[in-house]
């Protein structure tokens, strides 16, 4: 008679086991991240995570009523460490590409990284490139943009150089070996426009977003049919955009929408 009791103790035990894990589960998430590409994610001195990926990935877990918990490790193990659960997602400016949906699920964008052209102030560029006929336009070798120029720019006239970094581009721009630069509109803006090399010159024409070359934007990646957290993901995303909350993270760090159309 003293056996119905102890079994019956015995799998209340076990299902309180099981069931405290999955409720600490959805009270925090993991989150991978790559601190080392600023202004999205990078070291402050005192060794805090700052960035605009670190900001949204606060703000989308607040909205979600969750904790935030930061994994943070070198972006080519991001992909891995999801795959084996050592994180349950993955916010670090990862583009939405074809051959990464062969491992992973995205969310929608929380960012779209555009390509641009820039030239010196004034230069009128139409949308259909004419007026780079006969012009030298530097990109990084191997790249989205290297492959855009190939394709729809030398068509035009224009000639491509390519380099293995932008500094080296950005260097040839301004001793005249080149009448234009072409790469990231976030990178460029950093890394040449805002800084003193970069007066008297400015992105010409509209921003270059063919997913066919630029792919679906920046997402958020989860693990394959994990379905109900892109959902959670896209929803907190569309609520901090109707808020205001994502805008105002926009210009903490950006002088233009970081988000696109």
């Known amino acids: 008679m003293t056996v119905k009791p102890l079994l019956r103790w015995t799998t209340l035990s076990l299902v309180c086991a099981f069931v405290a894990p999955a409720t600490f589960a959805q009270d925090t998430l993991r989150i991978g991240i790559e601190a080392a590409y600023p202004p999205f994610a990078s070291k402050a001195a005192d060794g805090q ?78 949308s259909n490139f004419s ?11 191997s790249s989205t943009h290297d492959r855009f120029a190939t394709e729809v720019l030398v068509p035009t006239g224009a000639e491509v150089v390519r380099y293995a970094t932008l500094n080296e581009a950005y260097l040839d721009l301004l001793a005249g070996r080149l009448d234009a630069v072409q790469g990231d509109d ?7 426009l805002d800084t003193d090399n970069g007066k008297g010159y400015a992105f010409v024409g509209e921003p270059l977003r063919d997913p066919k070359y630029f792919g ?46």
């Open 49 to 126: 995570i700052v960035g605009f990926d670190y900001d949204i990935g606060n703000a989308l877990c607040k909205q979600m009523e969750v904790k935030c918990e930061w994994v943070e490790q070198e972006f080519d193990g991001l992909i891995p460490s999801l795959k084996v659960r050592k994180i349950d997602a993955i916010l670090s400016s990862m583009t939405i590409t074809e051959d990464r949906k062969k491992s992973v699920d995205f969310t929608d964008k929380y960012y779209q990284s555009a390509s641009r052209i820039v030239m010196k102030k004034g230069f009128a560029l139409s």
């Open 131 to 141: 007026e780079l006929e006969g012009k030298r336009i530097g990109v990084q070798r």
């Open 186 to 192: 976030v990178a460029v803006q950093l890394g040449f």
């Open 216 to 261: 679906d934007g920046v997402g958020i990646a989860v693990r394959k049919n994990d379905q109900n957290l892109v959902s959670r993901f896209n929803s907190a995303i569309t609520a901090l955009r109707v808020s205001g909350e994502y805008q105002k993270i926009d210009q903490k760090y950006f002088s233009f929408d970081i988000y696109g159309q």
